[in-house]
Nanobody, 126 residues
Framework: LQLVDSGGGMVQPGGSLRLSCASS?????????IGWFRQAPGKEREGVSS????????KYADSVKGRFTISRDNAKNGVYLQMNSLKPEDTAIYYC???????????????????WGQGTQVTVSS
């Protein structure tokens, strides 16, 4: 499985971005739990949101609840992270990650995932 994440950019506080995660080699992402993670300079990688395989159950970090929405489009074989009301503290490199089937313990724990995209930069600044 090869993942491609995209959609990052620079926005002002309060703005929105939509990140995309796709498979570049034909794997069906609906059979994978997908997580979005971010890593700011000097900080550890943290889980932002996840969506479970098949059931589509979602989970969010407290810091993004009510502002970010994760979703799937099975017809397009993509997973998306809609980010609204962005704050400067959301600035980071964002990564999508995938794990076949379910995730064992915590779907927002980076160590649960073994397939990662290359990352896309999100910068929130005025």
């Amino acid at each position: 499985l090869q993942l491609v994440d995209s959609g990052g950019g620079m926005v002002q506080p309060g703005g929105s971005l939509r990140l995309s995660c796709a498979s570049s080699n034909g794997f069906i992402l609906n059979y994978y739990t997908i997580g979005w993670f971010r890593q700011a300079p000097g900080k550890e990688r943290e889980g932002v949101s996840s969506i479970a395989s098949i059931s589509g159950g979602t989970k969010y970090a407290d810091s993004v609840k009510g502002r970010f929405t994760i979703s799937r489009d099975n017809a397009k074989n993509g997973v998306y992270l809609q980010m609204n009301s962005l704050k400067p503290e959301d600035t980071a490199i964002y990564y999508c990650a995938a794990e076949p089937g379910g995730v064992g313990y915590d779907p927002l724990a980076p160590e649960e995932y073994h397939n990662w995209g290359q990352g896309t930069q999100v910068t929130v600044s005025s």
